[in-house]
């Protein structure tokens, strides 16, 4: 079965700068996608990034980025320039692409401090 | 979120009692599936679906039903309601061709459940 990890269950950054939000996974599938989501307290799931296991670029959204390391099997999220709006909870997500299931990791609230 | 519609949004049952969650989506969508929220455990999968007749257990299914007689709808049943089901469960909904391109997931606004 596939397992999400994030190991941080709270992070804490400087408005303006850079934080890096940790997740692991575990899959014997080679064909699987990775999310970032965003969950603020209105607790509306918003996408922030997606990542194709095929793809070895890592993605980019604007001031998000990720560090897609496939062997190791690591999926972190770079906020840069953080803004107070990025303050929320964020998940880590892994679907499989042969069965669809969309599971989760435990999550980590960001603050961000002014 | 407009696509996928929970409701109830409210719920507060008494431990034994049983009731029915609902989920509809207007998106055609194949995949739909349940979770719940609780604190520090992020969301859990409980149950499902990639079309009409099929379901399968997702993490957590115990304590739960799940049916799917169309395309649109899938609700979850707790058929014996237990405090520790006390959770905010959200459905989820996507297309199902090409799992790997990442198709968009929708989510739905959340339904805040107390067992007492």
């Known amino acids: 079965a596939q397992t999400v990890t994030q190991s941080q269950p709270e992070m804490s950054v400087q408005e303006a700068e850079t934080v890096t939000l940790s997740c692991t996974y575990d899959?014997?599938?080679?064909?699987?996608?990775l999310f970032w989501y965003k969950q603020p307290p209105s607790r509306q799931m918003i996408l922030v990034i997606r990542q194709e296991a095929y793809k070895q670029q890592n993605a980019t959204e604007n001031r998000f980025s990720v560090n897609f390391q496939k062997a190791a099997k690591s999926f972190s999220l770079k906020i840069s320039d953080s803004q107070l709006g990025d303050a929320a909870m964020y998940f880590c997500a892994y679907r499989s692409g042969h069965t669809g299931k969309l599971i989760f990791g435990q999550g980590t609230t960001l603050q961000v401090k002014p | 979120n407009a696509g996928v519609t929970q409701t109830p949004k409210f719920q507060v049952l008494k431990t034994g009692q049983s009731m029915t969650l609902q989920c509809a989506q207007d998106m055609n969508h194949e995949y739909m599936s349940w979770y719940r929220q609780d604190p520090g455990m992020g969301l859990r999968l409980i149950h499902y679906s990639v079309g009409a007749g099929i379901t399968d257990q997702g993490e957590v299914p115990n304590g739960y039903n799940v049916s799917r007689s169309t395309t649109e709808d899938f609700p979850l049943r707790l058929l014996s309601a237990a405090p520790s089901q006390t959770s905010v469960y959200f459905c989820?909904?996507?297309?199902?061709?090409?799992?790997?391109?990442?198709?968009?997931?929708?989510f739905g606004e959340g339904s805040w459940l107390t067992v007492v």
């Open positions: 899959t014997s599938e080679s064909d699987y996608y």
């Open positions: 989820a909904s996507s297309y199902s061709e090409g799992y790997s391109s990442g198709n968009t997931i929708y």
